[in-house]
């Protein structure tokens, strides 16, 4: 199993930013990619970004590109997500995910994030 823990949410202004953070323990030998998704009150869960734990180009999704940067630092076995230019449509629970092998995912707990206008 891998453990994953959020933090770095928060209550911020539009245009200010956070840096989410994922910090895995257990079989972090074993993880191959992360992925953030987030859920918006009243909205289904949906992807945002991810990167290749072994390297690789992070992606995003459209609404978020150029204002996310996803990175990692394999040696503290922890993922970030550096958000900037935060609108309010970006309030929501973010959680990242953690694939070992090809179908195996193990969740975080989520954390909030709230940009108010």
């Known amino acids: 199993q891998v453990q994953l823990v959020e933090s770095g949410g928060g209550l911020v202004q539009a245009g200010d930013s956070l840096r989410l953070s994922c910090a895995a323990s257990?079989?972090?030998?074993?993880?191959?990619?992360i992925n953030w998704f987030r859920q918006a009150p009243g909205k289904e869960r949906e992807f945002v970004a991810g990167?290749?734990?072994?390297?690789?180009?992070?992606y995003y999704v459209d609404s978020v590109k150029g204002r996310f940067t996803v990175s990692r630092d394999n040696a503290k076995n922890t993922a970030y997500m550096q958000m900037n230019s935060l609108k309010p449509e970006d309030t929501a629970v973010y959680y990242c995910a953690a694939r070992l092998g090809v179908t195996e995912w193990f969740w975080g707990q989520g954390t909030q994030v709230t940009v108010s206008s």
């Open positions: 990167i290749n734990w072994d390297g690789g180009k992070p």
């Open positions: 257990g079989r972090t030998f074993d993880i191959v990619l």
